[in-house]
């Protein structure tokens, strides 16, 4: 499932990592691993607000679209 797709309060895990080099890099440069757990806090229109081991971040639904990640919750 891809991390545009959680519902607000979802927990889940990053399995894998899509798109280009370049935006894979800086979504790994701000914490966004392989295993690492994040949280949904909110949608609002086209944006996520999510957490990622503790830091907090709002992403675009389309870089969203490129984190796919596996519920916990």
């Given at each position: 499932?891809?991390?545009?797709e959680?519902?607000?309060?979802q927990?889940?895990q990053?399995t894998?990592l899509?798109?280009?080099?370049e935006?894979?890099m800086?979504l790994?440069n701000?914490?966004?691993?392989?295993?690492s757990?994040?949280?949904l806090?909110m949608?609002?229109?086209n944006?996520?607000?999510?957490t990622v081991?503790?830091?907090r971040?709002?992403?675009?639904?389309?870089?969203a679209e490129l984190?796919?990640?596996?519920?916990?919750?």
């Amino acid at each position: 499932m891809l991390l545009s797709e959680c519902t607000n309060g979802q927990i889940a895990q990053i399995t894998h990592l899509k798109g280009e080099v370049e935006m894979k890099m800086r979504l790994v440069n701000l914490g966004f691993h392989t295993h690492s757990v994040v949280e949904l806090i909110m949608i609002r229109g086209n944006n996520l607000v999510i957490t990622v081991d503790g830091s907090r971040f709002a992403l675009d639904k389309q870089i969203a679209e490129l984190v796919e990640v596996e519920p916990l919750s």
